[in-house]
Structures are given as structure tokens and as C-alpha cells.
């Protein structure tokens, strides 16, 4: 098992700044990539974006140029740094951690509210 702790979610004005800190935990040797995905009210769950463990990233188009993943291996933790936020980035976000072939975990969820 593998638990994943979420943190810096928050309200924030459109064009602003806003952190993301995913920490895992538990059996992470096994842990191919980590990510975040996003939910809005009404919405299907899509991906945002992804570090395997090779450091190799993927965004999602609506975020690209603004947002940038990261990760502190030494401490199991994936950042998100989201830049120019847009009243439509706001969301449930969710860290995950895959673990090949077919195991996927999922923190808790922290609201990002992008509103003036």
C-alpha cells in the first residue's frame, strides 16, 4: 500500500500563485510515476500532469506553460507549482501514484478555488 498526503490547496485570485505538495508514503519502491489529476464540479476527473520516475513529464495542453511538476526524492514528495491560475483551473485536485502494471493510489483531495 501506498498513502498519499496532499497539501497547499487554498483560494486564490485569477493570475495568481498556488503550491501543491504530495507526500507518499508506505511501499513506494514499486512507484512508476506520480502525478495530479483535477476534478471540477460536474466534470469527469482528467489528467493534469505527471513525473515518471525517469523525470520524464506530461501536461495536460489547458496547463502547459503555466503549471510544472517536480519531485524531492529524497523526501517521496511531488510538487506542483501552478502559475497565472485561471478561474477555470478551479478544481479538486488529486495526487496520484501509479505502480505498474495496473495499481493506482490517491490522496485525499485539496480545493483550489480561483476566484476574485
Known amino acids: 500500500q501506498v498513502q498519499l498526503v496532499e497539501s497547499g490547496g487554498g483560494l486564490v485570485q485569477p493570475g495568481g500563485s498556488l503550491r501543491l505538495s504530495c507526500a507518499a508514503s508506505g511501499n513506494i519502491f514499486n512507484i512508476y510515476a506520480m502525478g495530479w489529476y483535477r476534478q471540477a464540479p460536474g466534470k469527469q476527473r482528467e489528467l493534469v500532469t505527471a513525473i515518471t520516475i525517469g523525470g520524464t513529464t506530461t501536461y495536460a495542453d489547458s496547463v502547459k506553460g503555466r503549471f510544472t511538476i517536480s519531485r524531492d526524492n529524497a523526501k517521496n514528495t511531488v510538487f506542483l507549482q501552478m502559475n497565472s491560475l485561471k478561474p477555470e483551473d478551479t478544481a479538486v485536485y488529486y495526487c496520484?501514484?501509479?505502480?505498474?502494471?495496473?495499481?493506482?493510489?490517491w490522496g485525499q483531495g485539496t480545493q483550489v478555488t480561483v476566484s476574485s
Open positions: 496520484n501514484a501509479y505502480s505498474p502494471p495496473s495499481l493506482d493510489y
